[in-house]
Each structure stands twice: as structure tokens, then as C-alpha cells.
């Protein structure tokens, strides 16, 4: 048994046709794209991870001036 009921056969069948159908130059630039945009999501989300946070005392909070001007 493999994956959910599909045996080792039938997977190596359907790899087949697959690489019939699309062709080895095809689905290698498919894999380098599909890297490529992974890589960049990682890359997107460790850059959110170092970004300052609002009011960590870089830049002062408007909404205190304002809240004091209102009273």
C-alpha cells in the first residue's frame, strides 16, 4: 500500500504520463518557477518578522495628541 490506497505502480504510472504529456524541459522550468516562488515567500515572510513594530518609541503616537487636544 502507499498514499491513500495508490500503490507504488500506479504512482510510478501516472509519473509517466505526466512526462509524456508535458515533456522533461517543460516540467523542470515548472519546478525551477515553483522554487523560485517559494523561495521568495519565505524571503517575504522573515522580512515581516524584522520589521519595527508600531510605537516602539521610534515615532510618537498621534493618537495620544490627539486624545489630549479632544479634552
Known amino acids: 500500500m502507499g498514499i491513500g490506497g495508490i500503490s ?10 505526466v512526462i509524456m ?17 517559494v523561495k521568495g515567500f519565505r524571503k517575504s515572510m522573515s522580512d515581516d518578522g524584522e520589521a519595527p513594530k508600531p510605537g516602539d518609541g521610534t515615532k510618537p503616537d498621534e493618537s ?6 479632544d479634552k
Open 21 to 37: 504529456l508535458f515533456g522533461t524541459k517543460r516540467l523542470s522550468t515548472l519546478g525551477s518557477d515553483l522554487g523560485n516562488a
Open 64 to 69: 495620544a495628541d490627539t486624545a489630549a487636544k
Open 8 to 17: 507504488v505502480w500506479q504512482l510510478l504510472i501516472i509519473l509517466v504520463i
